[in-house]
């Protein structure tokens, strides 16, 4: 029994007092107490919590205390004595990776969700589904029944099989699957979808996840910078050592590390803003809310509009032109194109100088402001953080102010003493996140060997020309995520760049089309395995629509929960969570490598079973064999769904745990169930920084500093090797781009509040990713569910999604804290519950995404649950508006849209739609609606 950690703390539940323990929360345990503890017959297991689909996203573990089938308590990992942990060592302080890493909230209160209400215990059908009558325009209305597993597989089996013989082979079945799971290594990992079919052999329609979070830098900034890897953004190689001992501001552009850092990576964005304090360094936030970050770390927060960044950059460029303050050698020597941008920016162009007081128009900022911060930041070496880019690179022509940010930087030199580009992403080492050596202080050789990859991943990145895993499998064809309900509803669809979300920038320039010839019957099955499309894309309810059309004879969804895309489905198959099967656990989005083996807690609800397990059972009814010759140097062994265990001691006697230091798998399971690699001492660090090579003979040195020391510039993915103002691969494939010309400049769209649109719409909708679930996941749990800011109970008992308005706004619409509003626009129509705060400015309006979708009316496109992106623009309006034909840019406009907000009366609504609110009378609504709301008996 693991009881190394349980000394340090206890965060025991007041619900439980169990080995006779005093329940009180968060305190520390005597030694009698701890001893007790370990003595009580406890099973204890290392659960992973990153809760990703990919197997690459897992952390750090949450400590689990299991008796009797139950989850009594789950405690924080702490790092063994033994192992050294990483230090930063600097002229203003030794920064060093404490002991404890602890979850995110909404992991500590996970163990909910593992017997909520919402599970699906048993495998589901809807109740007017067969295959002589689909009703697929029920879907998303209809409840369902439950049926045996083997009346669904054979279902699921005899579909396929129709499919094959009616089409001529599985290419017209579309299979979703990204990261929105779970992040075990085997049994929870999504993507096992893509292998059941590239396993059959007869193709599929790959839906690629586009480059969400990071897309502006993707669409953009990488034709500025030139940076192809990582996603579009600068590497973040060593970079925080250079901004610990150089920086004198950080910049802060709608970023929230408390918030999505702390998520991802164990509380470590709130050490590393205490630690910039620390350190001296000044913060600047730029946001339109005062969000958990800016509210404790910022020295200044300078309210914007969402979305018009861009034009506060353009400003402060002005500015410096004006005044001479940037780098001139830099910009002669490193950069390209700047004499066309000066011209743009002083309006020698268009007539238009980029003043202060042009962009406090657009913006909202003062003018005095705009100069107080272009004076600080050329005076102050300045260094922009972010986590993924915030909500500005999420919203309408996002490309636009990711160009803009990466110009100014340019303008003061990027690279030099205290002027990065430095990210609250802070995993070892990862594909979106470094490229050549880790953010932080690691062993190169635990880099590549320390914990293995599941190969299945290779089908998150397969279809990214020159960096796929493995070779892609022939037959899949590529369908972009944001243009799916499009594929189905309005065919064909033509667009530029794949969308992969790490593919290179070359192939922005490739054309796409689907289907992909004239004959292709387009998208004929949906295999779901993520459920929540319906909550976290935008025109979510064109997503509806598309599920519901009948072209779609046939949908499967995968999911432990019943909610979101599931209420579309046809048949939906219980996987289990976590806590209910044995893993092996990679956690490669660890700040320190490690890896760890995964106890199953309790038995599985239910009939539930893992998305492994269930992908091989139906794999074994349609009779998949052997992997094909081709596959057996990239596979880990000779079946396409091998057993669990030969499948993960293969994987696991691949690291260094076994080859290096003589773990054996048994041992490892059995006896020493978690290994976390030592970290480099602070000089081992200094000779890894300055002996992995960025170029040939180039080190890597501290952040970007390789290239700003360069005597020229070089070695970029530009035409020119440097950074371009004027992108040179940009001019030559898409010169009269309107929307992303070379040369980026400020353009004025219909979803401004200086727009005429404003008249009907006069409020901003900002989202983000939110602080209280992960994306979609966790929006079910009391414990989180009953936080002021994470929902707001209705005077009819429903747990409203808030809505951050500003008092001068509230007043102006006569809605008071805590009244249940209407959030509408042409797009349809989201209720919430008014939190009335002076932590967002005027004239912008907040709700996080992912709040879990519960439609009142499909037909009316009102949603109860609070999914904001149901009203989020389509990806395409842009393009018919301003630039019909292929789509060049496929974005996914997220954040910064035009809304109105007004009361409205719950109670008018449930005599206007009795049967919605009739669905969820016997809902437990401190869970929100589930499976007691869908299923019939």
């Given at each position: 029994?693991?009881v190394?950690?349980?000394?340090?703390?206890?965060?025991?539940?007041?619900?439980?007092?169990?080995?006779?323990?005093?329940?009180?929360?968060?305190?520390?345990?005597?030694?009698?107490?701890?001893?007790?503890?370990?003595?009580?017959?406890?099973?204890v297991s290392?659960?992973?919590?990153?809760l990703?689909?990919?197997?690459?996203?897992?952390?750090?573990?949450?400590?689990?205390?299991?008796k009797?089938?139950?989850?009594?308590?789950?405690?924080?990992?702490?790092?063994?004595?033994?192992?050294?942990?990483?230090?930063?060592?600097?002229?203003?302080?030794?920064?060093?990776?404490?002991?404890?890493?602890?979850?995110?909230?909404?992991?500590?209160?996970?163990?909910?969700?593992?017997?909520?209400?919402?599970?699906?215990?048993?495998?589901?059908?809807?109740?007017?589904?067969?295959?002589?009558?689909?009703?697929?325009?029920?879907?998303?209305?209809?409840?369902?029944?439950?049926?045996s597993?083997?009346?669904?597989?054979?279902?699921?089996?005899?579909?396929?099989e129709?499919?094959?013989?009616?089409?001529?082979?599985?290419?017209?079945?579309?299979?979703?699957?990204?990261?929105?799971g779970?992040?075990?290594?085997?049994?929870?990992?999504?993507?096992?979808?893509?292998?059941?079919?590239?396993?059959?052999?007869t193709?599929?329609?790959?839906?690629?996840?586009?480059?969400?979070s990071?897309?502006?830098?993707?669409?953009?900034?990488?034709?500025?910078?030139?940076?192809?890897?990582?996603?579009?953004?600068?590497?973040?190689?060593?970079?925080?050592?250079?901004?610990?001992?150089?920086?004198?501001?950080?910049?802060?552009?709608?970023g929230?590390?408390?918030?999505?850092?702390?998520?991802?990576?164990?509380?470590?964005?709130?050490?590393?803003?205490?630690?910039?304090?620390?350190a001296?360094?000044?913060?600047?936030?730029?946001?339109?809310?005062?969000n958990?970050?800016?509210?404790?770390?910022a020295?200044?927060?300078?309210?914007?509009?969402?979305?018009?960044?861009a034009?506060?950059?353009?400003?402060?460029?002005?500015?410096?032109?004006?005044w001479?303050?940037?780098?001139?050698k830099?910009?002669?020597?490193?950069?390209?194109?700047f004499?066309?941008f000066?011209r743009?920016?002083?309006?020698?162009e268009?007539?238009?100088?980029?003043?202060?007081?042009?962009?406090?128009?657009?913006?909202?900022?003062?003018?005095?402001?705009?100069?107080?911060?272009?004076?600080a930041?050329?005076?102050?070496?300045t260094?922009?953080?972010?986590?993924?880019?915030?909500p500005k690179?999420?919203?309408?022509?996002?490309h636009?102010?990711?160009?803009?940010e990466?110009?100014?930087m340019?303008?003061?030199?990027?690279?030099?003493?205290g002027?990065?580009?430095?990210?609250?992403?802070?995993?070892?080492?990862?594909l979106?996140?470094?490229?050549?050596?880790?953010?932080?202080?690691?062993?190169m050789?635990?880099v590549?060997?320390?914990?293995?990859?599941?190969?299945?991943?290779?089908?998150?990145?397969?279809?990214?020309?020159?960096?796929?895993?493995?070779?892609?499998?022939?037959?899949?064809?590529?369908?972009?995520?944001?243009?799916?309900?499009d594929?189905?509803?309005?065919?064909?669809v033509?667009?530029?760049?794949?969308?992969?979300?790490?593919?290179?920038?070359?192939?922005?320039?490739?054309?796409?089309?689907?289907?992909?010839t004239d004959?292709?019957?387009?998208?004929?099955?949906?295999?779901?395995?993520?459920?929540?499309?319906?909550?976290?894309?935008?025109?979510?309810w064109?997503?509806?629509?598309?599920?519901?059309?009948p072209?779609?004879?046939?949908?499967?969804?995968?999911?432990?929960?019943?909610e979101n895309?599931?209420?579309?489905?046809?048949?939906?198959?219980?996987?289990?969570?976590?806590?209910?099967?044995?893993?092996?656990?990679?956690a490669?989005?660890?700040?320190?490598?490690?890896?760890?083996?995964?106890?199953?807690?309790?038995?599985?609800?239910?009939?539930?079973?893992?998305?492994?397990?269930?992908?091989?059972?139906?794999?074994?009814r349609?009779?998949?064999?052997?992997?094909?010759?081709?596959?057996?140097?990239?596979?880990?062994?000779e079946?396409?769904?091998?057993e669990?265990?030969?499948?993960?001691?293969v994987?696991?006697?691949?690291?260094?745990?076994?080859k290096?230091?003589?773990?054996?798998?048994?041992?490892f399971?059995?006896?020493?169930?978690?290994?976390?690699y030592?970290?480099?001492?602070?000089?081992?660090?200094?000779?890894?920084?300055?002996?992995?090579?960025?170029?040939?003979?180039?080190p890597?040195?501290?952040?970007?500093?390789w290239?700003?020391?360069?005597p020229?510039g070089?070695?970029?993915?530009?035409?020119?090797?440097k950074m371009?103002?004027?992108?040179?691969w940009?001019?030559?494939?898409?010169?009269?781009?309107?929307?992303?010309?070379?040369?980026?400049?400020?353009?004025?769209?219909?979803?401004l509040?200086?727009?005429?649109?404003?008249?009907?719409?006069?409020?901003?909708?900002?989202?983000?990713?939110?602080?209280?679930?992960?994306?979609?996941?966790?929006?079910?749990?009391?414990?989180?569910?009953?936080?002021?800011?994470?929902?707001i109970?209705?005077p009819?008992?429903?747990?409203?999604?808030?809505?951050?308005?500003?008092?001068?706004?509230?007043?102006?619409?006569?809605?008071?804290?805590?009244?249940?509003?209407?959030?509408?626009?042409?797009y349809?129509?989201?209720?919430?519950?008014?939190?009335?705060?002076?932590?967002?400015?005027?004239g912008v309006?907040?709700?996080d995404h992912?709040?879990?979708?519960?439609?009142?009316?499909?037909?009316?496109?009102?949603?109860?649950?609070?999914?904001?992106?149901?009203?989020?623009?389509?990806t395409?309006?842009?393009?018919?508006?301003?630039?019909?034909?292929?789509?060049?840019?496929p974005?996914?406009?997220?954040?910064?849209?035009?809304?109105?907000?007004?009361?409205?009366?719950?109670?008018?609504?449930?005599?206007?739609?009795?049967?919605?609110?009739?669905?969820?009378?016997?809902?437990?609504?401190?869970?929100?609606?589930?499976?007691?709301?869908?299923?019939?008996?």
């Open positions: 029994m693991v190394s950690y349980v000394d340090a703390v206890s965060a025991l539940s007041r619900q439980s007092g169990a080995a006779g323990l005093d329940p009180q929360l968060l305190r520390r345990l005597s030694p009698e107490e701890a001893e007790a503890l370990k003595s009580s017959g406890y099973r290392y659960v992973t919590a990153s990703n689909g990919h197997s690459v996203l897992a952390n750090f573990p949450l400590v689990a205390y299991c009797d089938n139950r989850i009594i308590r789950q405690l924080p990992f702490y790092i063994p004595d033994g192992v050294r942990r990483w230090k930063i060592v600097t002229g203003r302080g030794v920064f060093e990776r404490p002991k404890k890493a602890p979850n995110y909230p909404v992991s500590f209160a996970w163990r909910q969700r593992v017997y909520s209400p919402t599970r699906v215990r048993y495998p589901l059908k809807r109740v007017d589904w067969s295959p002589e009558n689909r009703n697929t325009q029920n879907r998303g209305k209809s409840k369902f029944v439950r049926i597993w083997d009346e669904a597989i054979e279902i699921i089996a005899s579909e396929i129709r499919i094959r013989k009616v089409y001529g082979g599985t290419h017209v079945v579309l299979v979703q699957a990204d990261g929105h779970q992040s075990g290594f085997l049994h929870s990992v999504h993507f096992w979808g893509h292998h059941l079919f590239n396993a059959l052999g193709g599929w329609i790959h839906q690629n996840r586009n480059p969400d990071w897309e502006g830098y993707y669409w953009g900034a990488k034709h500025v910078w030139g940076f192809d890897q990582p996603i579009g953004r600068p590497p973040n190689d060593t970079t925080w050592d250079d901004v610990f001992k150089n920086a004198e501001m950080i910049v802060l552009t709608g929230d590390p408390l918030t999505t850092t702390d998520a991802w990576n164990n509380f470590l964005g709130t050490h590393f803003m205490r630690w910039i304090k620390q001296g360094i000044k913060v600047v936030a730029i946001s339109p809310d005062v958990y970050t800016n509210a404790v770390f020295d200044k927060w300078i309210p914007i509009r969402p979305n018009t960044d034009a506060l950059y353009f400003a402060i460029a002005y500015l410096w032109i004006q001479g303050t940037y780098d001139k830099f910009i002669e020597t490193h950069t390209v194109g004499e066309e000066r743009y920016i002083l309006g020698e268009d007539g238009v100088p980029k003043t202060p007081e042009w962009a406090e128009r657009i913006t909202g900022v003062p003018v005095e402001t705009i100069k107080a911060l272009a004076r930041w050329a005076k102050k070496r260094t922009l953080a972010i986590h993924y880019g915030g690179i999420r919203g309408i022509l996002s636009l102010p990711a160009r803009a990466a110009y100014v340019m303008m003061q030199g990027l690279g030099a003493p002027r990065q580009f430095a990210r609250f992403q802070l995993p070892a080492f990862t979106t996140g470094n490229e050549k050596a880790p953010t932080l202080p690691t062993y050789e635990v590549k060997e320390g914990a293995p990859v599941n190969p299945v991943m290779a089908y998150s990145y397969e279809l990214v020309p020159g960096r796929p895993i493995y070779p892609p499998p022939p037959g899949a064809i590529p369908l972009i995520k944001t243009l799916v309900p594929a189905i509803l309005n065919p064909p033509e667009w530029y760049g794949s969308g992969s979300i790490i593919a290179p920038t070359q192939d922005q320039f490739n054309k796409y089309r689907f289907p992909p004959d292709h019957p387009g998208i004929r099955m949906i295999w779901n395995e993520n459920s929540s499309v319906m909550t976290c894309w935008n025109d979510s064109r997503w509806a629509q598309a599920f519901r059309h072209s779609v004879e046939f949908i499967v969804t995968i999911h432990p929960w019943l895309d599931a209420y579309f489905s046809d048949l939906i198959l219980p996987a289990q969570t976590v806590y209910e099967h044995d893993d092996l656990v990679s490669m989005w660890a700040d320190m490598r490690a890896i760890y083996y995964q106890d199953r807690c309790v038995e599985p609800i239910g009939e539930s079973k893992s998305d492994y397990e269930i992908h091989k059972m139906v794999a074994d349609l009779g998949v064999g052997k992997v094909r010759p081709d596959f057996r140097d990239s596979w880990p062994t079946e396409w769904f091998p669990p265990e030969k499948f993960l001691r994987m696991y006697e691949k690291t260094l745990a076994y290096k230091y003589g773990i054996s798998w048994e041992e399971k059995t006896k020493r169930k978690i290994v976390v030592d970290a480099p001492t602070p000089e081992e660090w200094e000779r890894i920084k300055n002996t992995v090579e960025r170029l040939p003979g180039v890597v040195k501290e952040g970007l500093r290239y700003y020391e360069l020229e070089r070695g970029l993915n530009t035409k020119s090797g371009e103002f004027v992108s040179g940009l001019k030559d494939h898409f010169p009269d781009d309107k929307l992303r010309p070379p040369l980026a400049k400020w353009i004025d769209h219909e979803e509040p200086t727009s005429p649109k404003a008249k009907k719409y006069p409020l901003q909708m900002m989202s983000n990713h939110p602080r209280w679930r992960h994306h979609a996941q966790g929006d079910d749990m009391p414990w989180i569910r009953e936080i002021p800011t994470a929902k109970k209705g009819d008992g429903y747990y409203y999604e808030p809505l951050w308005i500003n008092p001068a706004d509230a007043a102006k619409r006569g809605i008071k804290h805590g009244d249940i509003v209407k959030v509408y626009n042409d349809g129509a989201v209720l919430g519950a008014a939190y009335v705060t002076e932590r967002v400015r005027p309006v907040y709700m992912g709040s879990k979708f519960d439609p009142i009316s499909i037909e009316d496109r009102i949603d109860r649950g609070g999914a904001i992106d149901t009203i989020a623009p389509p395409r309006w842009v393009y018919d508006k301003y630039q019909p034909g292929p789509i060049i840019v974005e996914m406009p997220v954040s910064g849209y035009l809304v109105e907000v007004e009361k409205v009366d719950i109670e008018e609504l449930r005599r206007k739609y009795p049967e919605a609110f009739k669905r969820v009378e016997k809902m437990n609504a401190a869970y929100g609606p589930g499976y007691e709301s869908w299923v019939m008996g």
